[in-house]
């Protein structure tokens, strides 16, 4: 694999996990939101990677792994189907006719998670492409 290879992984790995982060501060954002009565409440929302199976030899595979996570392989946001949550609050602009406010299924915990776990794949590809970078400066270096 070549350096600019190598960077290449990283600078892919760096804008799929960027794109998760939107959606995931998104979903935090959104998380305590409401929605005049009869209308639907914001959903959680998630990125979904593709994923291919191997079916040429290890070395094939391998090659193929190494062109990256690529931002187009972003199959789709996909929204949450779980139930909102309805508590009762009669004077909230938001009610319904009973009474009632519907909130989204957000777990704020659950979604600080992510955000951290995503900080984090975020970090370890700006470490890679940046080791990277000095790779090719030491070998233009011992070049000269």
Do not use: C
């Amino acid at each position: 694999m070549s350096l600019m290879t190598a960077i290449e992984v990283g600078a892919s790995g760096l804008a799929a996990q960027r794109r998760r982060l939107e959606v995931l501060i998104s979903n935090l954002v959104n998380a305590k939101t409401t929605r005049p009565a009869g209308t639907e409440p914001y959903r959680r929302k998630d990125v979904v990677f593709s994923a291919t199976e191997p079916r040429q030899g290890f070395e094939a595979a391998f090659q193929a792994a190494m062109s990256g996570v690529r931002a187009v392989e972003i199959s789709e946001v996909v929204a949450d189907r779980g139930e909102s949550i309805r508590r009762y609050e009669p004077g909230h602009p938001h009610a319904d006719k009973d009474g009632y406010v519907t909130y989204p299924n957000i777990n704020a915990m659950e979604e600080m998670v992510n955000i951290l776990s995503t900080t984090r794949s975020y970090e370890a590809n700006l470490q890679a492409t940046n080791v990277a970078k000095e790779m090719a400066a030491k070998t233009l270096e011992i070049i000269r």
